[in-house]
């Protein structure tokens, strides 16, 4: 297992992503990054949803003539994670079209032990129900929840994107962990709605497994890179932000530090 504290720019690597001319890098070590080591051990320590609840969002109605596109893949997505955590014992509250409204979002995230919200996204926030320009799901409106999930997938363009500082990124992944989530999965750029279907599908196939969400997303971005159809732009967009999951409190007692010289960074 690999911790990354990035500084500054290096939060918009993707380091699944590194090949060392034989392999990427996510094929030898399970990754996740943290904004610092301060924050992980806080998030490590506070208590989490014990229930098995679930909160699923795919594909709300857009605004009719406005600029976002209807996303077939993220509705059927939300439906392979609705089957997977069901069978794992989760009671899922789903929300597509017309019902993913923010109050309804709002109010189901804020119960939830696993949050997936499967939309249209920009660094700012997220896009539900009716939104056409704005997203009604704001970084101010996150801060402003209270949540205790022990994840929240933003499965959505540009989740992990914002101000970059020295301390990590101010967006809404940010205001996520502020909120109360454990272990977020955000995105570096632009998805295909196609294949994030396919990489949240295989992800959860292995996080209700109980192996965690860092260890999970790395099956997810093997099992695509050894399907040999799908680019690394395709499958490695996704990062597992905050905790890596799984005994994370015991685990991080045992971490091996290990700082990159600048220069050898470079």
């Known amino acids: ?6 500084d500054s720019q290096l939060f918009a690597l993707p380091f699944a992503a590194l090949h060392d001319g034989t392999s990427h890098l996510v094929e030898r070590h399970t990754i996740s990054v943290a904004p610092s080591i301060g ?4 998030l490590s320590r506070a208590a989490r949803a014990p229930d098995r609840t ?3 969002v795919g594909d709300p109605a857009f605004a009719a003539g406005g600029a976002l596109k209807q996303l077939s893949g993220a509705r059927a997505e939300a439906a392979e994670v609705q089957t997977a955590l069901e069978g794992a014992g989760y009671a899922c509250a789903t929300m597509r079209g017309d019902a993913a409204t923010k109050a309804a979002v709002v109010g189901a995230v804020s ?13 700012d926030g997220l896009f539900l129900a009716g939104d056409s320009e704005e997203p009604s799901l704001s970084t101010v409106d996150v801060y402003g929840l209270k949540m205790s999930a022990e994840l929240a997938m933003l499965s959505a363009c ?5 101000e970059l500082r020295t301390d990590g990124v101010v967006g809404i992944a940010r205001a996520f962990l502020a909120a ?25 196939s292995r996080y209700v497994a109980g192996g965690g969400a860092a260890e999970a997303m790395r099956g997810a971005m093997r099992a695509m890179i050894g399907a040999g159809r799908w680019r690394p732009k395709q499958w490695a967009a996704f990062v597992i932000y905050g905790l890596p999951g799984s ?5 991080l007692g045992a971490c091996a530090p290990t700082s990159i010289a600048p220069a050898a960074a470079n």
Do not use: N
Request: net charge negative; charged share 20%.
């Open 1 to 6: 297992r690999v911790v990354i504290i990035p």
């Open 39 to 42: 924050i992980l051990i806080e």
């Open 54 to 56: 679930a909160a699923v």
């Open 111 to 123: 119960r939830a032990a696993i949050v997936h919200l499967a939309t249209h996204g920009c660094p």
């Open 158 to 162: 540009d989740t992990f994107k914002g």
């Open 180 to 204: 109360g989530a454990g272990s977020l999965g955000v995105s570096l750029w632009k998805v295909d709605d196609g294949a994030t279907k396919e990489l949240m599908t295989q992800f959860y």
């Open 247 to 251: 005994a994370d409190s015991e685990s």
